[in-house]
């Protein structure tokens, strides 16, 4: 699995699921408020396993959370945008297993959880191997992949 097949898919279910555009960036500035939303998702087969995680800044959440329902932002709350978020990442790893491993591979997905970080986790986040940095609208978003 390349690099750029995960950057890709990421990409594209951002711009499909969230009607936003992301831009691939080597060294994106942390969020200026520093709250964000971390999310995970494992995935598992007969063959294979894995874990997917994005991490973006809370007031995108809450802008994707928007776009999806098509309302204002002002009437998306911090909890909507994280349900929103767990959604968006419950997407990536649906089409990217299903790139990755063929349509025909039955995969079991964990419920998406999600924690809030700080300035100094999202550094630390940026920072792990195998992180795909971009920006979204003009903010730092942080995706990973493992896969075992």
Known sequence: MSNETFQQVVMEVMERFAFMFGEESDAPAPDANGDYLHASISFQSET???ELRLTVPLSLGTDIAANVLGVDPSEATPAIGEDAVKE???IICGDLTARMFGKAEV????????????????KACSEAEGTFRLLVEGRPVLAS???K
Do not use: C, E, S
Not at 110 to 115: A, D, E, Q, S
């Open 48 to 50: 294979a396993k894995g």
């Open 88 to 90: 968006l990442l419950n």
């Open 107 to 122: 995969f079991r997905l964990t419920v998406p959880t999600l924690t809030r970080l700080d300035t100094k986790q999202w």
């Open 145 to 147: 992949l493992a896969v």
